[in-house]
């Protein structure tokens, strides 16, 4: 039987998350006043959730999600789907806010997707001529 897992993700504000969560091109629902609850299945009732991602978005079997917990943000997901997140999603998200805070910085970047999909950020200096 399924179940949704809460995970701590190395993700430090909201603002990031959101941010990164577009760049990737993930669409994502964030919970109003009225809140947000994952769907659930048959096997799973639905968790709530203050950032709600449809499985399309990752090829996952279940909707999953972040929420805030205590200052932290936690992956909110099936317990199925957990492996092919933190392999594939988590990284690319964490990839995209350390790109976005070296662009900050001030430091030129780009991302590099490797053959086996692991997403890479190189810092260079641009080309001022």
């Given at each position: 039987?399924?179940?949704y897992?809460?995970v ?9 998350l959101?941010?990164a ?7 994502h629902q ?6 947000l609850?994952?769907e659930?299945?048959v ?8 950032v709600r991602?449809a499985p ?5 079997v279940?909707d999953?999600?972040?929420?805030y917990?205590?200052?932290?943000v ?7 789907d957990?492996?092919r997140?933190?392999?594939q ?8 806010i350390?790109r976005?805070?070296?662009?900050a910085?001030g ?8 053959a ?13 001529s």
């Amino acid at each position: 039987m399924s179940q949704y897992v809460h995970v701590d993700v190395p993700i430090e504000s909201r603002e990031e998350l959101l941010a990164a969560l577009s760049a990737c091109g993930l669409v994502h629902q964030v919970a109003g006043a009225e809140g947000l609850v994952l769907e659930g299945s048959v096997e799973c009732a639905g968790d709530p959730v203050d950032v709600r991602v449809a499985p399309e978005a990752a090829e996952t079997v279940q909707d999953w999600g972040f929420s805030y917990e205590n200052g932290r943000v936690m992956l909110v997901c099936a317990d199925v789907d957990r492996p092919r997140l933190e392999r594939q999603i988590v990284p690319r998200i964490t990839a995209e806010i350390v790109r976005a805070r070296l662009t900050a910085a001030g430091h030129h970047t780009r991302t590099v997707v490797d053959a086996d999909g692991r997403h890479r950020i190189v810092v260079g200096v641009e080309d001022e001529s």
